[in-house]
């Protein structure tokens, strides 16, 4: 994507317990620096529900402020693979929220969604679990890994 006109998402969600309370993170960065945030509760649920609320949350934000092209990246491989179409579920919820999803990305001229690892989710996670009073979680450090 054009780096000049590129907008940058995260999103996460949170289940307490799993099912449970839903809290959602999103995080929508612009190419001037812009940085809007989203923390909020969402009902009763499991995490993978969270999660594409999450997302759908991070796309309603990036359509608000105009945003055409957008990278947006997350840590549910569930959500990642079924977006892509690389993995399909029958549990009605998850296939509504899917259809959702799919009606949300069609708003845009271009949309890269990607998996990341946990730790580089942080701000999400933060602002997900936040939304359900639950402490960030401590960063995760390096492993150094020596030979002995």
């Known amino acids: 994507m054009d780096g000049a006109s590129e907008w ?8 307490a317990p799993n099912p449970g309370r839903l809290g959602l993170g999103a995080l929508l960065m612009g190419p001037g620096g812009k940085r809007l ?9 499991c995490n993978n529900e969270a999660e ?7 796309l309603e934000m990036a359509h608000q402020a105009g945003v055409r ?3 947006v ?3 549910s491989d569930f959500v990642v693979r079924h977006v892509q179409g690389l993995a399909h579920t029958a ?3 998850l296939v509504d929220l899917l259809q959702r999803v ?6 845009f001229d271009a949309v890269d969604l990607q ?8 701000d999400a996670d933060q602002l997900s679990r936040q939304a359900l009073g639950l402490v960030a979680k401590p960063a995760l450090r390096p492993v150094s890994r020596r030979r002995r």
């Open 91 to 93: 549990v009605p919820r």
């Open 115 to 122: 998996w990341v690892p946990r730790h580089r989710n942080g």
């Open 69 to 71: 092209r957008l990278t």
């Open 52 to 58: 594409l609320l999450a997302l759908c949350q991070v």
């Open 73 to 75: 990246r997350g840590d």
């Open 37 to 45: 945030e989203h923390s909020s509760l969402a009902g009763h649920g």
């Open 102 to 107: 799919a009606s949300s990305l069609l708003r």
């Open 8 to 15: 940058l998402a995260w999103f996460d969600g949170a289940a």
